[in-house]
């Protein structure tokens, strides 16, 4: 089984010298997960353990690991051609919509000019001049062929307020079903806060600390109940001390273990979720979008009027019959086109209205210590008795899997000599 690649890219990202709370802390994961993926990422790459002298392990790993990987695993190298290949596909999923529109609107447009140009041919030359001014209402469903499409959609874009990278295909997409959910790492960015939050507080925290980061806390959050620690002990492997007064704290043996030393991280106060954007589109892309989709729509309605009775597709063939067949798949795109959006838009104001209220209520716990009344105060204090970091360095190693144990014992006993030889030339007593 290929490691997990949430576990290899945090060993990346901490410089390939980690520990099980480094790894915990950097990817939000379980700590019983992050010492499992950690043994098996060191056995399948090459990776070294680094023994301390209070017995706790960091891991080594070759800055080529990925390449050893992908040598041994062909689920690794599969994985990498896949991600390729589904960033052409999706790209071309996206644009396909775009296309898909103008197609149908050339289709409309040139089916509905056959048959009201066949149906003038039958009348007299003033009909067909009644006719051919009659016509002049349809040459507005060629303005996006214009010539000067391009010169006046760059004026639009460069008076509109709102400036995008997206190309109109991509605007089509993003204008149809948005781009993408802003929240959809909330959970992975919750516990990665919140294992940032007890390295901060070297390993010991109070409750108070903790709820800014989390959800569904009732009322009496700040008082008795602390059930919602429950998750937060299980991931990280903590334990609960109670002091004299009955007040709960809980400390992270394994969290307060750390390979370098990088000081306290910022973070935010509380866990903030982003709201749902419409689109990622400018507002002359969105208004594009939207006025092909109405030109489009009415379009099918006009040639459905045309084509209600089938005469008309049974006499000129061809191209009109061809667009008879696909009537209903036309008509359904249109319809979509203008009702996805739409339905879209309203469910977006319905989830940003309980994001702000989930907001709120994260805020609201973090206000509460920035003024901490003298019970949490007191519960911080007795917290912080329990804080300490455990920096492991190279001098504070007692074995490594980069050597033989055999080397490493004499290498130690050289280190000793040497010691001692120094302590009798300065004169220094023997102990």
């Known amino acids: 089984m290929a490691p997990n690649p949430t576990i290899m890219k945090a060993v990346e990202q901490l410089g390939y010298r980690v520990t099980i709370g480094d790894v915990a802390t950097q990817a939000g994961l379980n700590v019983a997960e992050a010492g499992q993926g950690l043994l098996a990422l060191a056995s399948d790459a090459g990776g070294h353990l680094q023994v301390a002298e209070s017995g706790d392990i960091v891991y080594l790993f070759p800055q080529n690991f990925r390449a050893i990987l992908r040598n041994k695993y062909l689920q690794l190298r599969l994985q990498e051609w896949w991600q390729k290949v589904w960033?052409?596909?999706?790209?071309?999923?996206?644009?396909?919509?775009?296309?898909?529109?103008i197609v149908s609107i050339a289709l409309i447009t040139i089916t509905i000019i056959i048959i009201i140009t066949a149906a003038s041919s039958d009348r007299d030359s003033d009909n067909r001049g009644s006719s051919r001014g009659g016509f002049?209402?349809?040459?507005?469903?060629?303005?996006?062929?214009?010539?000067?499409y391009d010169r006046h959609y760059q004026q639009r874009q460069q008076n509109s307020h709102q400036q995008s990278d997206l190309n109109f295909f991509e605007a089509v997409f993003s204008f149809l079903f948005g781009d993408g959910n802003p929240n959809a790492k909330l959970e992975e960015r919750r516990w990665q806060e919140i294992a940032t939050v007890i390295r901060n507080q070297r390993g010991a925290v109070v409750a108070e600390q903790i709820a800014p980061y989390l959800d569904d806390i009732g009322p009496g959050y700040a008082q008795e109940y602390e059930d919602y620690m429950l998750p937060v002990l299980i991931r990280f492997n903590g334990e609960p001390k109670v002091s004299s007064e009955g007040q709960i704290v809980y400390y992270f043996p394994e969290l307060q273990v750390r390979a370098s030393n990088k000081g306290r991280q910022s973070l935010p106060a509380y866990l903030e979720e982003l709201s749902w954007r419409f689109s990622r589109a400018g507002s002359g892309q969105i208004m594009l979008s939207a006025g092909l989709g109405i030109l489009n729509f009415v379009g099918a309605l006009i040639l459905g009027n045309l084509l209600r009775d089938g005469t008309v597709a049974a006499q000129l063939g061809g191209l009109v019959a061809f667009v008879q067949g696909i009537y209903?798949?036309?008509?359904?795109?249109?319809?979509?086109?203008?009702?996805?959006?739409?339905?879209?838009?309203?469910?977006?104001?319905?989830?940003?209205?309980?994001?702000?209220?989930?907001?709120?209520?994260?805020?609201?716990?973090?206000?509460l210590l920035t003024n901490p009344d003298a019970n949490l105060q007191q519960k911080i204090d007795y917290a912080r008795q329990f804080g300490s970091e455990n920096i492991i360095e190279n001098k504070d190693l007692v074995y490594s899997t980069e050597t033989d144990l055999l080397d490493q014992e004499i290498e130690n006993s050289a280190q000793i000599e040497a010691e001692w030889q120094k302590r009798l030339q300065s004169g220094e007593p023997e102990v």
């Open 328 to 367: 209903w798949l036309l008509l359904a795109y249109g319809a979509g086109f203008l009702g996805v959006p739409l339905v879209r838009y309203f469910w977006i104001q319905w989830q940003n209205k309980k994001i702000l209220a989930r907001n709120r209520d994260r805020l609201s716990r973090a206000r």
């Open 136 to 148: 002049f209402f349809f040459p507005d469903l060629f303005w996006f062929f214009n010539p000067n």
């Open 87 to 101: 960033g052409v596909l999706f790209y071309l999923i996206r644009i396909s919509f775009g296309i898909f529109l």
